[in-house]
């Protein structure tokens, strides 16, 4: 291959060169804060599930700390975000929270173990057996976590008793669907754009049904949605029927808050919905402590 | 020292094992997207500078891709922030703005290098020559940015000629300063809860003084505040100035939009308004692409 003269061939030296980051400066690797990820073997899920951990830096005042748990489902994509969050809020010099673990569950099979129900009906009520064959394990992944994961956490890590569920999508359905079905496992619910639409608005009919009006849910819990469908879609319409819902049972200690985000896009909304689910369960957290 | 009977002694080896993360489980280090930190020495600021700089991962479809960038002030409070934002948001899942290269830049001297004139006067107009001494820098630091980092930034990675400049207070002073003095240097600019306080409101002034009526900036100007000092409060009374003047000068070609955080604290509004700025920077990026 005698693509340049012998004379030219220095060129491609040149090149790489000035292609290479910093010329005459010191290049090091910036140091983001440390988390880990730790393998462990679940006996309900029959599989190796990684696990995304991250540790509020402490100093030597915080030696004996516990901290809060957020647990974050799809953590392939909201980790390392919710990290940020509660790493940067709990700032002394920004104190909007506490400090606080974050624990990440990136998925395997996402539609088995974030559905409430075996459907395969899609989006638009029609079947789609590609999609979502085996769905309907999210009470066997609730055992999973109430059972194996959240035992596993609060041996090793410095925990304290408050725990919140972050799920966005499927994993919005499951926050709703863990609050009511083990509303006791968790002290906050985060339900970012649930899918609500999932198996004939199976979790709106279930919400109606189990809370019984004037009732005690002594719970914290955010929802919301973006743009799905456009202003008039059902998945719209789901949400503030959820809403309507809520209202309507009066329930005695439930704290919630309904966000509609017209301009973000069903991918784009948990970002800053992640951002106001943290404000607002922790908005008395000041004047509190 | 005895204050354990020989025979309890095993017991301080069984607590040390129980508090170490992850029993019979394996465990990783977590791998966040890399940047890295350059030092570069500035004639003009005589003094050796870190640069944090992130660039998007690239698959072999973005091999001879270029990216925009985006400098953004204060480094070590929301460099890592803007990074998380700008990888999320360009993801093909998420596409709502391009890959794009973040730059960080950590102070040395944030009030001399920030701030547009010196002055003693602090935000209730009292001398403090003990905060402030040094202050006034912001032109040099400007042309440290137009003569030595940029060029550095487009000579080592790849860049294209389309530049964000993100500051947050003092930040956001400079970035409405930059606008005003060198409005070519960038051709987006964030200024989120800018200190217009500064010297008697001289930036308010210099906005008044500076744009002539019906002239020509084609630039995208995203600008907001939180609660500081409340609703009533002269700082936010200066935002909304700053707005009232940018819409009597009908400027030909200026896209800018201000948001006012309510909620919102001087340390917590940076989050969501960058998110906010990025959105509105590149609403029309998907439709355009």
Redesign the interface.
């Known amino acids: 291959m005698k693509l340049l003269p012998y004379s030219f061939r220095w060129l491609s030296v040149v090149v790489v060169f000035?292609?290479?980051?910093?010329?005459a400066?010191?290049?090091?690797?910036?140091t983001?804060p440390?988390?880990?990820?730790?393998?462990?073997h679940s006996k309900l899920l029959k599989e190796e599930r990684k696990i995304?951990?991250?540790c509020p830096k402490v100093d030597s005042a915080d030696v004996n700390k516990r901290f809060p748990v957020v647990y974050v489902m799809d953590g392939d994509n909201h980790f390392?975000?919710l990290a940020?969050?509660v790493d940067?809020?709990s700032?002394p010099?920004?104190?909007?929270m506490p400090k606080t673990i974050v624990i990440g569950i990136p998925n395997t099979k996402r539609t088995r173990d974030l559905t409430p129900t075996n459907s395969l009906l899609n989006y638009e009520g029609k079947p789609d057996s590609s999609s979502y064959q085996g769905s309907g394990g999210n009470e066997n992944f609730l055992q999973f976590m109430a059972t194996e994961l959240i035992p596993?956490i609060d041996?090793?890590?410095k925990t304290r008793p408050y725990k919140i569920f972050a799920g966005h999508s499927f994993g919005g359905l499951s926050s709703l669907n863990c609050l009511l079905t083990h509303p006791d496992l968790f002290d906050a619910y985060i339900a970012i754009s649930p899918s609500l639409w999932w198996d004939k608005e199976y979790l709106l009919k279930m919400t109606d049904e189990t809370l019984k009006t004037g009732s005690a849910l002594n719970k914290a819990f955010f929802f919301s949605d973006g743009n799905e469908g456009r202003a008039n879609s059902f998945f719209h319409k789901d949400l503030v029927t959820l809403e309507a819902t809520l209202a309507k049972k009066k329930l005695k200690g439930l704290d919630y808050r309904y966000k509609h985000y017209p301009?973000?896009?069903h991918?784009?909304e948990p970002?800053?919905a992640y951002?106001?689910a943290l404000?607002f369960i922790f908005k008395d957290w000041e004047k509190h402590r």
């Open positions: 000035v292609a290479l980051p910093a010329q400066q010191h290049t090091q690797t910036y983001y440390s988390s880990e990820v730790v393998t462990i995304y951990v991250h390392a975000l940020q969050y940067y809020l700032r010099d920004v104190s909007a596993m041996k090793n890590y301009t973000e896009t991918m784009t970002v800053v951002f106001d404000r």
